[in-house]
Antibody
Framework: EVQLVESGGGLVKPGGSLRLSCEAS????????MSWVRQAPGQGLEWVGR??????????DYAALVKGRFTVSRDDSKQKLYLQMNSLRTEDTAVYYC????????????WGQGTLVTVSS | QSVLTQPPSVSEAPRQRVTISCSGS????????VNWYQQLPGKAPKLLIY???LVPSGVSDRFSASKSGTSASLAISGLQSEDEADYYC???????????FGTGTKVTVL
């Protein structure tokens, strides 16, 4: 059974940093393309970024709004995905979901339960 | 601001059928597959449809989807109270080099 468990959310001041983690199990993590998706309170879903699997080069792509501030990385030995968030803004307040593909299309198929990040002074 | 446009809400009586539209462009729906997601209140999204019109095992066959050109649609037949949720379409956008979600549609069972 695929499981994705996010952690690391919390309250942070504008301009601050935070690192989210996602522990994965139930599938071959090293080859999986992993993505982060967020949802601001009362708003819709927004793709944040992704990292390709090892066999596909392990490179990352980002949404324009977070490019240069957020970094997606992975530790295949620990089966963990990370999201390093720097220069946080109030508009980054959201629930952050860890996702992975389900049918070989690399798009969000399995989702974690999410972790809340609140950026406020 | 999303590049995929959905109606904000749809409502219908139990046992009836509703459809949700998703309008995009040649850089997303027109050139890539569409997924649909259901998000129940307070829960994480769940994959409902993949590869335009395929239904994952475990998802009710009351859900179906189609795509034509730069638009897609989701249909829910035999509407039930448990279908009350937010629904999102999504696709890769070649111009943005990112995965884009629709604006979301709230389904209400009257």
């Amino acid at each position: 059974e695929v499981q994705l468990v996010e952690s690391g959310g919390g309250l942070v001041k504008p301009g601050g940093s935070l690192r989210l983690s996602c522990e994965a199990s139930g599938f071959t993590f090293s080859n999986a393309w992993m993505s982060w998706v967020r949802q601001a309170p009362g708003q819709g879903l927004e793709w944040v970024g992704r990292i390709k699997g090892k066999t596909d080069g392990g490179t990352s792509d980002y949404a324009a709004l977070v490019k240069g501030r957020f970094t997606v990385s992975r530790d295949d030995s620990k089966q963990k995905l990370y999201l390093q968030m720097n220069s946080l803004r109030t508009e980054d307040t959201a629930v952050y979901y860890c996702t992975t593909g389900r049918f070989g299309d690399h798009y969000p198929g399995y989702w974690g339960q999410g972790t809340l990040v609140t950026v406020s002074s | 601001q999303s590049v995929l446009t959905q109606p904000p809400s749809v409502s219908e009586a139990p046992r009836q059928r509703v459809t949700i539209s998703c309008s995009g462009s040649s850089s997303n729906i027109g050139n890539n597959t569409v997924n649909w997601y259901q998000q129940l209140p307070g829960k994480a999204p769940k994959l409902l449809i993949y590869y335009d019109d395929l239904v994952p095992s475990g998802v009710s066959d009351r859900f179906s989807a189609s795509k034509s050109g730069t638009s897609a649609s989701l249909a829910i037949s035999g509407l039930q109270s448990e279908d009350e949720a937010d629904y999102y379409c999504a696709a890769w956008d070649d111009s943005l080099s990112g995965f884009v979600f629709g604006t979301g549609t709230k389904v209400t069972v009257l």
